[in-house]
Each structure stands twice: as C-alpha cells, then as structure tokens.
Nanobody, 123 residues
C-alpha cells in the first residue's frame, strides 16, 4: 500500500506563487508516474500535471502550461508542484496521485491518491 500526503496549500493573492509537495510512503515506491489533479465543488476532477518517476518526462494541462512546474525528488519519494502567476480560477483542492501503469499516462486512472490540499487565490 502507498500513502500520499500533500502539503503547501493556502491562501494567496492573484499573481502570487505556491509550492505544493506530496510525500509518499509505504510499499517500495517506484511508480510509473506521479500526477497532480484539482477539483472545485460541483465540477469533475481536472488533470493538472504529471511526471514520470524515471526520466522525469512531464506533461501539463493547457490551462497551467508556462505557469506551473512539476518536479520530483526520487531520494525523498516526493513530488512538487511549483505554481506561479496564480489566478482565481486556479482555486481548488489539489490532489497528488501515483500510478504504476504506463497506460494511465498522463491523465488516466491513477492507483493511489492523497487527501488533498486547498489552494485559494484571491483577486
């Protein structure tokens, strides 16, 4: 079993920055990829970004491309999401997820999920 714990959410003004982190623990952690998703009330969960654990290949949703950067630290079993130039429409609960299946790349069905961290961007 894998446990994922997100941190780094909070309240920020439009144009500001936040850095989310997701620490993994549990079984030997060597997923195919890690991803970040977000969800607002009444809406479906939305893919944000993903990174392969080996090779660090990245993929972004068009809505965050050029503003968000996903990275990972294999030694710490941690994935990050650096969010710059935040906009009010980025307000959501952000979830990290892990997949052991190549067919899930980049925005398919992930195997493990964190509990989420709230990001609120004020205008």
């Amino acid at each position: 079993q894998v446990q994922l714990v997100e941190s780094g959410g909070g309240l920020v003004q439009a144009g500001g920055s936040l850095r989310l982190a997701c620490a993994a623990s549990g079984r030997t952690f060597r997923p195919y990829a890690m991803g970040w998703f977000r969800q607002t009330p009444g809406k479906e969960r939305e893919f944000v970004a993903a990174i392969t654990w080996i090779g660090a290949v990245t993929y972004y949703a068009d809505s965050v491309k050029g503003r968000f950067t996903i990275s990972r630290d294999n030694a710490k079993n941690t994935v990050y999401l650096q969010m710059n130039n935040l906009k009010p429409e980025d307000t959501a609960v952000y979830y990290c997820a892990a997949t052991y299946g190549i067919t899930s790349w980049p925005d398919g069905t992930y195997d493990y999920w964190g509990q989420g961290t709230q990001v609120t961007v004020s205008s």
